[in-house]
Nanobody
Framework: EVQLQASGGGLVQAGGSLKLSCVAS????????IGWFRQAPGKEREEISC????????FYVDSVKGRFTISSDNANNMVYLQMNSLKPEDTAVYYC?????????????WGKGTQVTVSS
């Protein structure tokens, strides 16, 4: 059974930090791309950052480069997103997902989201 469950969201002031966690199990990590996506009110869901299971290479969307860091703990089926220097525009529901490419359309499995709210 595939399990993807994000946690760690919350309310934080601008400039603050949060660390999101995702339990990701039930699929082949070695051939998967696991990522973080977000959806703000009135906007489409977008990719934020992904990590490839086979070589742990990473991808970041330009808007979070230098502020967010994705990491994984394969042995424990965990993926993390460390978010620093948060901005109000980072406010969204954050989802973890697994698929074959770091794009929304390429994700096969989705977890329930966790709300991140950044106050100004």
């Amino acid at each position: 059974e595939v399990q993807l469950q994000a946690s760690g969201g919350g309310l934080v002031q601008a400039g603050g930090s949060l660390k999101l966690s995702c339990v990701a199990s039930g699929f082949g990590w070695a051939h998967a791309t696991i990522g973080w996506f977000r959806q703000a009110p009135g906007k489409e869901r977008e990719e934020i950052s992904c990590i490839k299971g086979e070589d742990t290479s990473t991808f970041y969307v330009d808007s979070v480069k230098g502020r967010f860091t994705i990491s994984s703990d394969n042995a424990n089926n965990m993926v993390y997103l460390q978010m620093n220097s948060l901005k109000p525009e980072d406010t969204a529901v954050y989802y973890c997902a697994a698929g074959w490419h770091c794009k929304t359309y390429a994700m096969d499995y989705w977890g329930k989201g966790t709300q991140v709210t950044v106050s100004s």
